[in-house]
């Protein structure tokens, strides 16, 4: 039936002169090389970190190889599905993901007055985690199979299937999700080529927007959170600690840093959320700019090869969706690294690979399982 | 047809869609490496150019920013008199991260000084919800000289442990303002859980926060604002230097219009007896004595009461902790009387003129009920009203009632406060009853009966009232309608707070005149209630007797104090006004099962009269001596 399928076939002169067997099995077993060697790098490297900055604390660790173990598991089996079953399949996964997060409101439960997991029993579940996926997902699915760049009419479908789960994760309360979840969304549909004109206009909209939203959307904890970011020392005894002592963390590591498990700030405790938001604050406080400059490089080689991959897929669904999962990917790089040398506000966004956490993770990899995927699909021989 | 449109359509498009895509592609790659340039920079700038800065901060010498708690507001009597005192005391504070083993730590501890099991309990619980490190964590209060001592001779083996100076609560005058000042506490959890960010910072150093009276209804004011310092410490938690310090802002000071001496007076007199004493200013409305009795020792809360003291005052039977003038709702008796007299002089119900025959009771039309009058046989022939308030007669407001009707009752009633919350800066107040129709129907699905009328007449049935309404109510009466919001607090800081007047009552000055010349009847003439207060006097006062039953008497029975238990007995009312002429202070008294308003409540009022005037008069002299003196110095 679709034989009318006329996808353009990039002919990438490396890509047909070295294809060596090695290259085929690889290619059999849908993993991409460099982009595993690269994870398995920084994977080593976040468990020394988080070693370090639970205080050499042995459960913790061993709780961290777990998620990994699991999280390495679902890359890898994610990688071996049909991307075409995938984007069939987008519009259950975007709706199974949106049930869940209404049923949060209904049975979900919480802690510190957001309601944001699911109780299974014998684990907590967090539905805005499967919406990390199924976003960019279905609009990478919506916009593969229509023409572009896209239609006004389009557009606004693209943003309200956006807007949908992030107005849901938004009121749970869940900002930061809710925003990097949004921004999923919004990278496909930059790379699905939104007209400038739109671009330049929201972004004029945004500024315009500041104001009334100080206002009368955002609540106080989170005008705090701004605040903060523009004064800490206003206010050192409450939310501004967290900034003062993670930038005295990073900046008293100096170049070289101050050597492994020899972090005063942070195996004294004085650094709050050190293995899970923070961490990168202890790195930064051991291993100096140096351990910095390595950490910046790894991800910007994951992310450079996560773009090479979308570059060279063959369909507009393979395209958006590894170009959406990689930039995703840099934004969350981006606003912790940030966030902790305080240059962003304080949202709950953990460093991926390196702070500790369970669903992230697992979610993080099934990403990259897609990835994989796409860069290991098969060239539709005619 | 249509889709093979869409098909060439698509088609035709992919060289364009692929080459938009690269570009994008390009140009986020290129974002990407900025954004990352960005962080780099960010961090060379923290680590390289600012190395030194934070190094210093971090270093062996740690800066730590510690708070340090304002001083709570003090509260004094209108003569400057202190109620509530900031003194200080010594409590026994650990510092986790400077002791070896926490456990040992308080394990010897409590060889040392006493440390009870409750402390530990809390101790562990304080710690658990400690947001920074370093933070000294209370286990002890109150040490005693000794106490401090012996630590200090172990101090080599209590690392981590400090000794903290730090003031603490204290009333001088014990439990005579216990109900009224209140007291402060430690924060409970229940009142941390429902703390914001905001809050945990302003009571950050603070470990008290006002429980009940005025140090809870003016907890904001009284608490004042957190200070910071920096200071330098260096590893074993000694303070090296200190590098910049915000100083805290004090909670203001509170002057009250009560009168310690009034109070005494109202804590003498009802000493042994459960009862309520309120007395106001009827110029301003401030409450010059309010006093519930028992009472309790307010001393016993601030840094945490024991479980038995705290059982024995919440099972007495006596209820010390019940704060009887604004909480108690008790049936006001004949105390209303004059107003509703008054209510039926302005709507023309009755007049200067009208006469009634007493035999002793009152029937209605169609009724078989007697409703009776106090005295048995009655009053006599030819009562009028001014007879009918100085003597008390039941049988001449019941025939009042019936003509005035419930809802004129109600309206009059209410401009002088019955049945409404005073509004006094005290939390937890209760409102009272004053009864209407719509009330009845809403609360008990029935009509009104004209004998509902009647027991209201008499300030029984459905009415209640506290204290305090009763006082704010006869201040009306001797304001000549002006009712004012009674305030418990003159000045906060150099503030004076203002008078609220929430109703101006309008009838006629002559009507004024005869209720007021019946209430000083009651007080002074021959056959008045509360005569026997008179004697003596030097002055003339207004007033009113009420007697208010607490069980029911059948139809043909008779009140016998023999036959009932104490605690069942009739409850004594008094209200009056000082001096009749020129009212200056309005009080309302009540004991609980005193049987008789004239010779369980009235002498008190007489005798918180004279001490006010008394006192009045000693500080006038006194003025004036002190005037004299000063005109002989500068003649000199």
Sequence with gaps: ?382 | MIWAEKELHQFKDHHGEARVFAFRMVLSLFLVFLLFGLLLARYYTLQVVDHQHYATRSDSNRIHVRPIPPNRGLIFDTHGELLADNRPTFSLSIIKEHTKDLKQTIRVLAGIVEVREGDIANFYKLLKRRRRPYEAVPLRYRLTEEEISRIAVNEFRLKGVEIEAQLTRAYPLGDLFAHTVGYVGRISERELSRFDEQNYRKYSGTHSIGKIGLEKYYEKTLLGQVGTENIETNAHGRVLRVLDTIDPVPGKNLELFLDAGLQKIAAVELNGRRGALAAIDVKNGGVLAMFSAPAYDPNLFVTGISYKDYNALNQSRDLPLFDRAIQGQYPPGSTIKPVLGLGALKYGVVNFGTTIRDPGYYQLENDERLYRDWKKGGHGNKIDLRQAIVESCDTFFYGMAFNMGVDRMHIFGSQFGLGAKTEIDLPSERPGLWPSREWKKNTRGMHWFPGDSLNVSIGQGDVLATPLQLAVMTSTLASRGKHIKPRLVKKIGDTETKMEIIDQVIVDDLQWDYVMSAMEGVVHSFRGTANKISRGAKYRMGGKTGTAQKVGIAQDEEYDSEKIDERNWDHALYIGYAPADNPQIAAAIIVENGEHGSSAAAPIARKLFDAYFSQQLAREMLAEEEKLAARRTVDQ
């Design chain 1, 1 to 382: 039936m679709r034989n009318g399928s006329q996808d353009f076939v990039r002919r990438l002169p490396d890509s047909a002169l070295h294809f060596s067997r090695v290259q085929s099995l690889w290619r059999r077993i849908h993993i991409d090389p460099l982009l595993l060697m690269l994870l398995m790098l920084l994977t080593a490297y976040g468990l020394i970190v988080l070693y370090s900055a639970s205080g050499q604390s042995e459960s913790i660790l061993r709780r961290q190889v777990v998620f990994y173990a699991v999280a390495y598991i679902a890359m890898l089996i994610t990688a071996q599905i049909d991307l075409q079953v995938i984007r069939r399949w987008a519009v259950w996964l975007y709706l199974g993901g949106i049930g869940l997060l209404l049923l949060v409101f209904f049975v979900g439960v919480g802690a510190k007055g957001a309601q944001r997991w699911i109780s299974l029993g014998f684990m907590r579940f967090q539905p805005s985690e499967v919406m990390k996926i199924a976003v960019p997902v279905m609009t990478a699915a919506f916009f593969a199979s229509r023409s572009l760049p896209p239609k006004f009419a389009h557009i606004v479908i693209c943003l309200l299937i956006i807007a949908l789960p992030g107005v849901l994760i938004f009121k749970q309360p869940d900002l930061g999700t809710a925003i990097l979840i949004s921004a999923s969304g919004i990278i496909v549909l930059f790379l699905a080529g939104l007209p400038w004109r739109y671009i330049f206009g929201s972004v004029f909209l945004l500024g315009a927007s500041i104001w009334p939203m100080w206002h009368w959307l955002m609540k106080d904890y989170q005008k705090q959170r701004v605040l903060t970011l523009l004064d800490p020392e206003a206010d050192k005894l409450g939310a501004g600690w967290n900034i003062i002592q993670s930038k005295t963390a990073i900046g008293s590591g100096g170049v070289y840093g101050k050597g492994l498990f020899n972090g005063t700030q942070s195996q004294l405790d004085f650094l709050p959320e050190s293995h899970t938001d923070f961490i990168i604050a202890v790195m930064a406080e051991e291993f100096g700019l140096m351990g910095v400059l390595l950490l910046l490089s790894l991800y910007l080689l994951v992310i450079t090869r996560g773009l090479f991959i979308a570059w060279s897929s063959q369909n507009m669904f393979g395209r958006l969706l590894a170009g959406s999962i990689t930039l995703t990917f840099f934004v969350y790089v981006f606003v912790n690294i940030g966030m902790v040398a305080g240059m962003l506000p304080v949202v709950g966004v953990p460093l991926p690979l390196v702070s500790l956490g369970g669903t992230s993770i697992v979610t993080l990899m099934t990403g990259f399982g897609l990835l994989m995927a796409i860069a290991t699909e098969k060239k539709r021989v005619r």
